[in-house]
């Protein structure tokens, strides 16, 4: 069965940088690409990009631009995505979710990070 | 920037009927912004529920159905259990990125 199991919980300071990672099982893992989700405490979803696993696309949200980063690892079907400069206001879950052909399906758990001094 | 909007909450008793519906300040939903459904029960990630307008994934119930109405993009429940009682996010794809709506709380009384 398809499953997307994310690493876990983080606490940052302000001005550093947190890589999640989420490892993929149950299918061919260049075949389907990735989207990056975060949801705020008590706020809604929000696409921070897309990465796909078998060329070179990868699509961020202008207002990640400059502070994300995206990576693939085939050897390992894991996904990463890096942000950096982290504020407070940077402070939720951050969700993989697979996506190809517009249709976004299988979810991974969420990782909470928590930016703060 | 593509701002979607869908209504902040709704309500419904066990066993009717209710639509959700999910607009594009761009302009009419088409097709073409594949639109994708989610259902996000507190505590728990999304989980998916209809893609590309209106075709179910292998284990949403038959109760859901998505369509385009009015130029926007439409979940209705029908026969609405207890258990459908959650937030509902729609997501559009436009000029090359994707947006989540800002979700609708969906209470079942």
């Known amino acids: 069965q398809v499953q997307l199991v994310q690493s876990g919980a983080e606490v940052k300071e302000p001005g550093a940088s947190v890589k999640v990672s989420c490892k993929a099982s149950?299918?061919?893992?260049?075949?389907?690409?990735f989207i990056w989700v975060r949801q705020a405490p008590g706020q809604g979803l929000e696409w921070m990009g897309y990465?796909?696993?078998?060329?070179?696309?990868?699509r961020y949200a202008q207002k990640f631009q400059g502070r994300v980063t995206m990576t693939t690892d085939t050897s390992t079907s894991t996904a990463y995505v890096e942000l950096r400069s982290l504020r407070p206001d940077d402070t939720a879950v951050y969700y993989c979710?697979?996506?190809?052909?517009?249709?976004?399906?299988?979810w991974g758990q969420g990782t909470l990070v928590t930016v703060s001094s | 920037q593509t701002v979607v909007t869908q209504e902040p909450s709704l309500t419904v008793s066990p066993g009717g009927t209710v639509t959700l519906t999910c607009a594009s300040s761009?302009?009419?939903?088409?097709?073409?912004?594949?639109p994708n459904w989610f259902q996000q029960k507190p505590g728990q990630a999304p989980r998916a529920l209809i893609y590309?307008?209106?075709n179910r994934h292998s284990w949403t119930p038959a109760r859901f159905s998505g369509s385009l109405l009015g130029g926007k993009a439409a979940l209705t429940l029908s026969g609405v259990q207890p258990e459908d009682e959650a937030e509902y996010y729609c997501?559009?794809?436009?000029?090359?990125?994707?947006?989540f709506g800002g979700g609708t709380k969906l209470t079942v009384l």
């Open positions: 979710a697979r996506d190809e052909r517009y249709i976004v399906d299988y």
């Open positions: 149950g299918y061919t893992f260049t075949s389907f690409g």
């Open positions: 990465i796909s696993t078998s060329d070179d696309h990868i």
């Open positions: 761009t302009g009419a939903v088409t097709s073409g912004y594949y």
């Open positions: 590309s307008t209106s």
């Open positions: 997501l559009l794809y436009n000029d090359s990125a994707w947006v």
